[in-house]
């Protein structure tokens, strides 16, 4: 019992690592779509948040189906993942409406804000390492994730003034 037990959870990592890497794409994707103008690739991204949708409802399902026999030490792992799960499915949803943005309002302005593909590969660091200090149980590395979150942060501030500065202009 035990066994099988411990494969679900390598798939639960699994899983997780592939949510991730949607999620990194998805980042990438809406981030370059932004910068060009880039319509179809905006589209892709919106599309494409279908599947990461569908892999926070198998990962979620996966999880009920490990609460069922668990130890305490398993149910901090999995109701770490259903975090993890809701956050990134989150993270689709944002890639997906920066794209439908893209697509309607022809957002060709944003390309002139330098910080935002720095900011998108912070944030795209981000979202791989929490995933590695999840599967790997680093707690250093999940405090660095934190740490990488503030300045995420303050990219996010200096983005939204710049944009209203933008926005005041035209």
Known sequence: MRNKFDMQLERLSEQLIFMGS??????ANATKALRNG????AKLVMSE????????KDIERLCLKLLLQPVARD???ISAALKMITDMERIGDQTSDIAEIIISAGMSEAR?????????????KMVHDSILAYVNKDLEMAQKV???DDEVDRMFELVKAKL?????KD
């Not at 209203?164 to 005041?168: D, P």
């Open 38 to 41: 880039d319509l179809e690739l």
């Open 164 to 168: 209203v500065e933008l926005i005041l």
């Open 146 to 148: 934190m740490l990488a």
């Open 22 to 27: 949607l999620c990194e794409k998805a980042i």
């Open 75 to 77: 149910l901090r792992q």
């Open 49 to 56: 948040d279908e599947e990461i949708d569908q892999m926070e």
């Open 112 to 124: 002139d804000i330098s910080i935002i593909g720095t900011m998108a590969e912070a944030t795209s």
